[in-house]
C-alpha cells in the first residue's frame, strides 16, 4: 500500500516520521517521506495514505482535504504543536473544526487530555479520534536508552546545555508576518488575538536581554566547559551566533536532534521550553530560569525543573552541579502522573505502533495502485536539475533536502529498537522526498 507522510519543521519532525516511516515499510506497505503535498496534490503519486502533521481549519487545508478526498485518498493526522504540553485546551478551537475532522479520516491524539478535549469538543467525530500517542515521546522512554549510546555529530559532552524559545529574538519570522499567517489562517477568527503575538514577542526579548548576559557570564565564570546553546527550529543561527562573538566555550549548533543533545548534557537550562519538559522527565539535571518573573512559554515544562530566577543563584548552583554537590529535585510521582494524564505512549506501547496498525486497518479494505517509479524519479531528476541550474534553493530554513549521512545513521540508530528496521531499504527519489520499503 502506499503511504505518505509529509513533514514540516526537520529538525522537530524527522526522527518520529522516519521511525514511523521504517515500521511501515516493515509491514509491507511503501513509504514516500519529505515534502510531497504539491506532488500528491498535482498527481504525481498514485492514491494512497497520507499522514498530516496538523489539520488547522485555514481555507487552503480544507481545499487540500476536499481535493484528497475527492481522489480517493484516505487521511490521518497527529497535531505536533498542541494537545501535550498546553496550559489551556483553546487548541482545539485553532487547530480543528468541524470541517476538518468530516473530511479526515482518523486523528490521533497525544494523551488522555488531548482526546477528552477533541472529543467533548468533537463529539460526532467520536470514532475518528484515536488514542495513540506521539513517537516523538517514544524517544524519551526508559527502554529507548540504547537509541542516545552513539552519537557521532556531538563532539561535546556534560555541557551546560540551554534549550531556547525566545520567539522573533532571532527568529526567521518577523512580528508582521507572523501576524499576517495567522490572520490568513483563520486564528484570528477562532478566537486567538493579534495583541496576544504581540506579548510573546515582548516578553521574549525581555528575557532574552537577561539571558545573553548570563550566558556571558556564566561563560566566563566556567571558561573550562561548553556551553551549547540550541536555537529553537525556527530561529537563524547565524543571528545567534552575532550576540556571542569570539567566545571560544559557547557553541551554536542546530545540528541534529534536540533529544540528542540533551542526552549528551551535564546540565538543561530553559525557560517554558518543551525541551526543559523532555529533559526532567528522562531525568537530566533541569533548571528552569527565569531572571524576569514574566510569563513566557509552557507553563507546564518548568513543572519538573529546579526553578531560580537569579543570576547570582543560577551560577551557583552550576558550580555545585560541576562539583556533585547539587541535590535533585525527586519529582518522579509527579511526573509519573502527569505523563499519564497527557501521554499513551510514555508507559505501555510505544506510539510508532499504534499509528502503523492504525494505517493498516484503514488500508485493509482499499486497494490502490502501485507508483510509476520510472516516472517519479525521472520527473524529479528533471526537477531538482532545472532549480540547480537557476540558482533556486531547494526549500528553506525549516527544511531544504535529506542529508544522506543525516538519516544512514539515524537508522542505524534504530535498528537497536527495531531489528526488523535492518529488511527496509531506502531510495532517495529526490533530494526532499525518500521511499521507504522492504
Given at each position: ?195 496576544e503575538i504581540i506579548r510573546w514577542a515582548t516578553n521574549s526579548k525581555i528575557l532574552f536581554k537577561d539571558y545573553k548576559k548570563s550566558i556571558i557570564k556564566i561563560s566566563k565564570k566556567f571558561k573550562d566547559r561548553t556551553i551549547v546553546i540550541r536555537p529553537h527550529p525556527v530561529d537563524d543561527p547565524e543571528k545567534w ?115 502503523v496498525s492504525t494505517w493498516q486497518k484503514i488500508l485493509k479494505k482499499t486497494h490502490y495502485e502501485s507508483n510509476n517509479l520510472f516516472f517519479l524519479k525521472f520527473s524529479f531528476r ?57
Open positions: 500500500m502506499n503511504i505518505y507522510i509529509t513533514f514540516e519543521l526537520k529538525q522537530r519532525e524527522l526522527l518520529s516520521k522516519l521511525f514511523l516511516a521504517l515500521e511501515a515499510a516493515s509491514r509491507g506497505n511503501e513509504v514516500f517521506l519529505g515534502r510531497i503535498n504539491t506532488y500528491l496534490e498535482r498527481g504525481f503519486f498514485k492514491p494512497g495514505l497520507i499522514h498530516f502533521k496538523s489539520i488547522t481549519p485555514g481555507e487552503s487545508r480544507i481545499r487540500q482535504l476536499e481535493n484528497y478526498k475527492k481522489k480517493g485518498f484516505k487521511t490521518t493526522s497527529l497535531d505536533e504543536e498542541n494537545g501535550f504540553i498546553d496550559y489551556e485546551n483553546s487548541y482545539k478551537n485553532f487547530r480543528f473544526s468541524n470541517k476538518t475532522f468530516s473530511l479526515i479520516d482518523k486523528v490521533f491524539t497525544w494523551g488522555p487530555y488531548d482526546f477528552a478535549n477533541l472529543l467533548l469538543e468533537y463529539p460526532s467525530f467520536k470514532s475518528k479520534i484515536v488514542k495513540s500517542g506521539n513517537p516523538r515521546i517514544d524517544f524519551w522512554r526508559k527502554d529507548f536508552k540504547k537509541f542516545y549510546h552513539k552519537i557521532d555529530y556531538i563532539k561535546y559532552e556534560n555541557y551546560i546545555f540551554f534549550s531556547t524559545n525566545f520567539d522573533y529574538v532571532c527568529s526567521y519570522r518577523t512580528i508582521k508576518n507572523e501576524i499576517k499567517f495567522h490572520r490568513d489562517s483563520g486564528y484570528f477568527k477562532r478566537g486567538l488575538k493579534p495583541e551566533k552575532s550576540h556571542f562573538k569570539n567566545i571560544n566555550n559557547i557553541v551554536i549548533s542546530s545540528e541534529g536532534f534536540i533529544s540528542d543533545w540533551i542526552d549528551k548534557a551535564k546540565v538543561v537550562i530553559h525557560a517554558g521550553c518543551t525541551g526543559g519538559l523532555e529533559s526532567s522527565v528522562r531525568n537530566k539535571t533541569t533548571i528552569s530560569y527565569y531572571p524576569k518573573k514574566i510569563r513566557h512559554g509552557h507553563p507546564f515544562a518548568d513543572y519538573f525543573s529546579k526553578k531560580i530566577f537569579n543570576e547570582k543563584k543560577l551560577l551557583k548552583e552550576i558550580e555545585n552541579i560541576y562539583s556533585d554537590s547539587n541535590e535533585k529535585i525527586k519529582n518522579e510521582n509527579k511526573i509519573s502522573q502527569f505523563l499519564n494524564e497527557r501521554s499513551y505512549n510514555f508507559f505501555g506501547e510505544p506510539s510508532y505502533k499504534k499509528i528533471i526537477r531538482d536539475i532545472r532549480l540547480k541550474l537557476l540558482g533556486k534553493k531547494i526549500g528553506d530554513h525549516k527544511f531544504d533536502y535529506f542529508n544522506k549521512k543525516e538519516v544512514s545513521e539515524i537508522i542505524s540508530r534504530l535498528k537497536k529498537i527495531d531489528k526488523k528496521f535492518s529488511k527496509i531499504k531506502i531510495e532517495y527519489i529526490k533530494s526532499d522526498i525518500i521511499r521507504v520499503y522492504k
